[in-house]
């Protein structure tokens, strides 16, 4: 779930926002275990040179400047785009890649894009998004669901799947609090965990089973996107 660049590249714009850390602290920690990123504008959206890319220290500090309100972390898919309103292009590029970061207030969108072992950051315009519930009504959200699925999946005796193979450590960047720490870290566990659950059918015996099982993991792994989703967009 590290791998996830938009998690890193959220917490810490708002955490540079709110003065935490240093242009050259943050472009670090969103590197990580990453050989490098870099930024593309294509559309001169936010300023930067449109026919060549951009490093990413100088997409920071043009970043910082365009938006001082924050960032919002958004892990879409097909039927929940939340917290995206568009434009169109902008949207179908975050489903595709099933993540993307946009500001609260400048009108602009980053989504990532693998390169190898690299990172290419696509700048989009974007439309002020819709702002994520409360990091505690999404955890108290995230907890219903995973009671209520938990029942089903026990009345139907077919919760075993395949086990997660990818860590799911999460870094957040300096002054997140430590239960949003802890809820990142469950959220990112149970994403790991459904994606997993959701390569086979599990201990299912008819496709009724199948498909009610795969329901209820869909149910999970949309609350546990939206719990670290606001979880990463709010810095408390």
Not at 60 to 79: N, Q, R, T, V
Not at 95 to 100: M, Y
Not at 143 to 169: F, H, M, Q
Request: net charge negative; proline share 6%; with cysteine.
């Amino acid at each position: 779930m590290d791998s996830l660049p938009s998690v890193r590249m959220t917490a810490n714009l708002n955490s540079m926002i709110s003065g935490q850390q240093s242009i050259e602290q943050a472009e670090r920690a969103i590197v990580g275990g990453d050989v490098a990123h870099h930024v593309v504008d294509p559309d001169d959206a936010l300023g930067l040179d449109p026919l060549q890319a951009s490093t990413l220290d100088a997409a920071l500090e043009a970043l910082l400047a365009a938006e001082s309100d924050g960032w919002f972390l958004a892990l879409p898919i097909p039927g929940s785009l939340a917290p995206l309103r568009g434009p169109a292009a902008f949207n179908l590029a975050a489903v595709e890649q099933g993540e993307a970061v946009v500001a609260s207030a400048a009108g602009l969108g980053l989504v990532p894009m693998r390169v190898g072992q690299a990172v290419q950051w696509r700048i989009f315009a974007a439309e002020r998004p819709l702002p994520p519930s409360s990091p505690s009504e999404a955890e108290r959200a995230l907890n219903e669901v995973v009671i209520d699925a938990a029942a089903t999946l026990a009345r139907l005796d077919v919760a075993a799947g395949r086990r997660p193979e990818s860590s799911t450590a999460v870094g957040l960047a300096p002054g997140y609090s430590r239960r949003q720490r802890a809820t990142v870290e469950r959220a990112a566990r149970l994403l790991v965990a459904c994606d997993a659950a959701l390569l086979d059918d599990g201990a299912s015996i008819s496709s009724f089973e199948a498909e009610r099982r795969a329901q209820e993991l869909r149910r999970v792994r949309t609350k546990a996107g939206e719990a670290l989703g606001s979880a990463v967009s709010w810095l408390e």
